[in-house]
């Protein structure tokens, strides 16, 4: 056997051991549709199981919530290339491997993400720190075993502000929905539809966001 039938020997094997290591399983329900592939051979069948099962678990309560005309069939992949924690674009959720690994305890990070794929706010309006605070005050709001992880919206600090992000700005939201509920899913759908201003959360709670905030620090209880 030549150099080059080698080759191409070689290359189909790695095709094929390829292709099984990123077998897809189609799972669907309740009219949801799940594909979850993987790159990751020593992935946990136990925490692929947890994974699937707070897709189908916290995906239709989020559409119910925010957005029922969100995508039916979504995309889960974990993958041994990707470094980050996890990223969402065009209903595919990318897991890191290595995130997987190292904390297994961390499942409501689905929460987090596939909330990216209700939002749907395409070019959006509005500020990143606001799409991100809404998506972590979803998890807050609906995560399955934020505990387990030991995921918590932080105490607030006097370097803390309404724009830095993630679990600070969610806080924030908890706490404004105390007084004022409705007004996150009310935002939500605003930058969905792209008539999201600023102006929204005066018109909402009668202050603006510097105020609210200024509110929130005289008294942070949630």
């Not at 094997?13 to 949801?32: D, H, R, T």
Request: glycine share 4%.
């Amino acid at each position: 056997m030549n150099k080059k039938s080698i080759f191409l020997v070689f290359a189909v094997i790695c095709l094929i051991f390829n292709s099984k290591l990123s077998a897809q399983e189609v799972i669907k329900k309740n009219g949801y549709t799940l594909s979850f592939e993987s790159n990751f051979p020593a992935l946990d069948p136990a925490l692929k199981k947890r994974l699937i099962k707070t897709f189908f678990e916290v995906y239709p309560k989020l559409a119910k919530e925010y957005n029922p005309s969100t995508l039916k069939n979504v995309k889960f992949f974990v993958d041994t290339t990707y470094d980050g924690v996890a990223a969402t674009a065009d209903g595919k959720v990318t897991y890191s491997s290595i995130w997987m690994v190292k904390h297994p305890e961390d499942i409501d990070v689905v929460t987090h993400e596939v909330m990216h794929i209700v939002q749907d706010y395409g070019r959006s309006v509005g500020p990143g720190w606001l799409t991100e605070g809404i998506a972590d005050y979803a998890r807050y709001k609906f995560g399955v075993d934020n505990a387990g992880a030991k995921w918590i919206l932080p105490a607030l600090k006097p370097e803390h502000s309404y724009k830095n992000s993630y679990r600070i700005t969610a806080r924030f939201f908890a706490w404004l929905e105390k007084s004022k509920p409705g007004t996150i899913k009310t935002v939500d759908a605003s930058l969905r539809d792209h008539t999201y201003t600023p102006a929204i959360w005066t018109r909402l709670t009668g202050k603006d966001l510097d105020a609210l905030w200024s509110d929130y620090v005289k008294n942070p209880e949630i």
